[in-house]
């Protein structure tokens, strides 16, 4: 049950990041002044939470049949790639919204 219920959270927390990227692209408008910098992060948010979807599936069925075989191990790529992605997709957001305030 417990590599369904990470699985989960793996998803959960990709879907946010993808309505995330959505919500800014919707709300704070493309058309705008920062048009451009609204849709890179729009996108960069987007591909991140797809990502981070891809990942926790990978690992869902690499998990389901390393517990099958008795030979789990825990992950240690996916959660490096994964922390990394979060953190670039903190730090351009975090420069989104100080470029915005300028204007």
Known sequence: MANER???AWFRTGLAVIALGIAAAQFLGVDSADGRLVQVLAVTSIL???FIVGVGGMRYWTGKDRIEAETFRPA???IVVTTIGAVATAVLALAFV????RT
């Open 6 to 8: 990470t699985f989960l």
């Open 48 to 50: 991140t939470g797809g």
């Open 76 to 78: 240690q790529v996916s």
């Open 98 to 101: 100080l470029l915005l305030g």
